[in-house]
């Protein structure tokens, strides 16, 4: 089992940064795909970005692609989404996952992770 808890959410204004953390429990996440998700209120939950076993492999939502990095620490087991230039349109609850995967892979569906966080709230105001 592999519990993960999110952290870093907060309010910020538009144009502002934030950097939501995910840390993970009961396993190290050396071998899993991380993503993170959020949902909005009365939307669907969307993947935001995800990543393989490294850095060097991710992919990411068009709309934040130059503005959000996903990261991860494998010594401190814990993944990482740096969020800058934010826009009001970014508003809503962030969620981290993860999935156990025998390659290098990256998964950007929702219903392909096994183990989610409770989430985190971010509000980005005009």
């Known amino acids: 089992q592999v519990q993960l808890v999110e952290s870093g959410g907060g309010l910020v204004q538009a144009g502002g940064s934030l950097r939501l953390s995910c840390a993970a429990s009961g396993r190290t996440l050396s071998s899993y795909a991380m993503g993170w998700f959020r949902q909005a209120p009365g939307k669907e939950r969307e993947y935001v970005a995800a990543?393989?076993?490294?850095?060097?492999?991710?992919y990411y939502l068009d709309s934040v692609k130059d503005r959000f990095t996903i990261s991860r620490d494998n010594v401190k087991n814990t993944e990482y989404l740096q969020m800058n230039n934010l826009k009001p349109e970014d508003t809503a609850v962030y969620y981290c996952?993860?999935?156990?995967?025998?390659?290098?892979?990256?998964?950007?569906?929702?219903?392909?992770?096994?183990?989610w966080g409770q989430g985190t709230q971010v509000t980005v105001s005009s």
């Open positions: 996952a993860a999935r156990r995967t025998f390659s290098d892979s990256v998964i950007p569906r929702a219903y392909e992770y096994d183990y």
């Open positions: 990543m393989g076993w490294s850095d060097s492999n991710t």
